[in-house]
């Protein structure tokens, strides 16, 4: 069983999110286990951290052996393609 750790950010953050999202978002990640934990996570690049994408949310967190420790909760930012003229 993974210990699941929430900074004082990560918890600011899920209180100002829809209700709706933020029951999945504790839900999800309170289902993880080992075995689902390296499909669902990835790395982020040059760094120790680890990110966990749900909904229109990105998890970032850091792992430990035995504890998974949350830091931060944020929206996945839209991407704006630039139009161009034919």
């Known amino acids: 069983m993974i210990k699941i750790i929430y900074s004082s950010q990560a918890r600011n953050d899920l209180a100002h999110i829809n209700w709706k999202i933020r029951e999945k978002i504790v839900t999800f990640i309170g289902d993880l286990k ?3 934990l390296n499909n669902k996570v990835q790395p982020i690049q040059d760094s ?9 949310h ?9 504890s998974l420790n949350i830091i931060k ?3 996945r930012p839209k991407i704006k393609l630039p139009e161009y003229e034919a």
Do not use: P, T
């Open 34 to 36: 080992q075995s689902r």
């Open 48 to 56: 120790d951290l680890l990110k966990i994408s749900i909904e229109n």
């Open 58 to 66: 990105v998890v970032i967190g850091e792992m430990d052996k035995e």
């Open 73 to 75: 909760v944020v929206k």
